[in-house]
């Protein structure tokens, strides 16, 4: 069993929705459990007895309070010695991180090598060791691993398709690595598990699209709590929508890709090319003549004391970011768009900016009821989202044995 996206039966699907209910709502009675899930109470009997069983929760009542009469039995996740382990791995860094099963961080472990060429799994085989011993539980029991690239990732064969920048050609990483540690391994794009460590807040929304805007711009679009992808089971490129046909070459083949104009990575980029060419503005001393400092914060206070070098390069990255988001709105009339990432550092001139050119540039009847949010920067957003993928896909395993 590899991919989030692989049809699972209604049995797995049922245990999962209850373990994570139970995750959300430490304390759950079973009768609640029931009537949200609108599952019969015999079902919820069964599966609770599973995971009572695999010791995955316990029961437990809440202290009282000294409130009179008794509250109902209720339920909760143990997590005490079953772990996950999350890595995640860009062209010039590796970062992870071990959660229990209720995703809280036990550990955490990063540095910074220069990935590439065909060396790669005995990179991320020696930094799990690494990480592993930072988790200071005795005998600690791992569920699986779940491996962040920033790269395209094809769900069927749980291959790398292309990892763009790092120029990867290795195959079968995660078959090499599950056999080394005796654990299922599972591979997604960042993108897509940023995207997935979001999902529990927006899993009321029928069709949500997340976009990924920090180093890159990636996403995922979700009907009706399922990913869309296409027939390699890749998530979309939406990071390389051409706003500009006669743009600069992108290292995808494109011209004026997006990402190219609108990332966190490429504003921070233009910012410090302006400087570096003698331009004017405030970051230079905000950030103490330091360009590897330079962060959204910093822009935005710049702009807030009337920088106007910094004002054109931000007001430019939102125009057409809003650009790509028109193409979204059309191709997808999704009801929310979920913004993640540094990008959303930039504060309100970006926000605006992107909101007024989705405004004028997209079909009436389809931006009314759409609603745009930016959720707050989390360092370990995208590791959670790993983990999210492994719990997700191991509970079901590991009760159905
Ligand atoms: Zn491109």
Redesign the pocket.
């Known amino acids: 069993m590899y991919s989030s996206i692989s049809p699972k039966t209604m049995k797995e699907t049922n245990i999962i929705s209850v373990f994570n209910l139970i995750k959300l709502h430490p304390f759950i009675t079973r009768r609640e459990i029931a009537k949200k899930l609108s599952l019969s109470p015999s079902t919820v009997t069964v599966i609770t007895e599973q995971l009572l069983a695999k010791e995955l929760i316990v029961e437990d009542s809440p202290i009282n309070g000294g409130k009179l009469g008794r509250r109902p039995v209720g339920l909760k996740v143990t997590g005490k010695y079953l772990f996950i382990i999350a890595v995640e791995v860009y062209d010039n860094r590796l970062a992870g991180a071990i959660f229990d099963i209720n995703l809280k961080k036990v550990a955490d472990y990063s540095y910074k090598i220069h990935i590439s060429g065909s060396n790669i799994t005995n990179h991320i085989i020696a930094f799990i060791e690494e990480l592993k011993s930072k988790n200071e539980f005795v005998s600690p029991e791992y569920l699986g691993i779940g491996i962040a690239f920033a790269g395209m990732v094809e769900r069927k064969n749980r291959q790398l398709v292309t990892a763009t920048k790092m120029k990867i050609y290795e195959a079968n990483i995660a078959d090499v690595i599950s056999d080394y540690f005796g654990i299922n391994v599972y591979m997604e794009n960042i993108s897509v598990l940023a995207g997935m460590a979001e999902k529990a807040r927006y899993r009321y929304s029928d069709y949500y699209v997340y976009i990924y805007n920090d180093q890159g711009i990636g996403g995922c679009v979700y009907e009706k709590g399922r990913f869309l992808c296409g027939s390699l089971g890749v998530s979309p490129e939406i990071g390389?929508l051409s706003v500009d046909p006669l743009g600069e070459k992108?290292?995808?083949g494109?011209r004026g890709?997006i990402?190219m104009y609108a990332s966190m990575h490429s504003v921070l980029t233009a910012v410090a090319k302006h400087i570096e060419g003698g331009g004017k503005t405030a970051v230079k001393e905000l950030s103490g003549g330091d360009n590897a400092l330079i962060d959204g914060k910093m822009l935005s206070e710049a702009v807030k004391s009337g920088d106007s070098a910094v004002l054109d390069i931000i007001l430019d990255a939102a125009e057409k970011f809003g650009l790509a988001l028109v193409y979204i709105v059309n191709l997808f009339n999704p009801d929310t768009i979920v913004i993640g990432g540094r990008i959303e550092e930039l504060g309100e001139i970006f926000k605006n900016k992107v909101l007024d050119t989705v405004t004028e540039r997209t079909i009436p009847a389809l931006r009314n009821t759409l609603k745009i949010e930016y959720v707050p920067v989390d360092d370990f957003q995208v590791l959670k989202g790993s983990a999210v993928l492994v719990l997700d896909n191991e509970i079901a395993n590991v009760v159905l044995g």
């Open positions: 390389h992108c290292y995808c494109n890709c990402e």
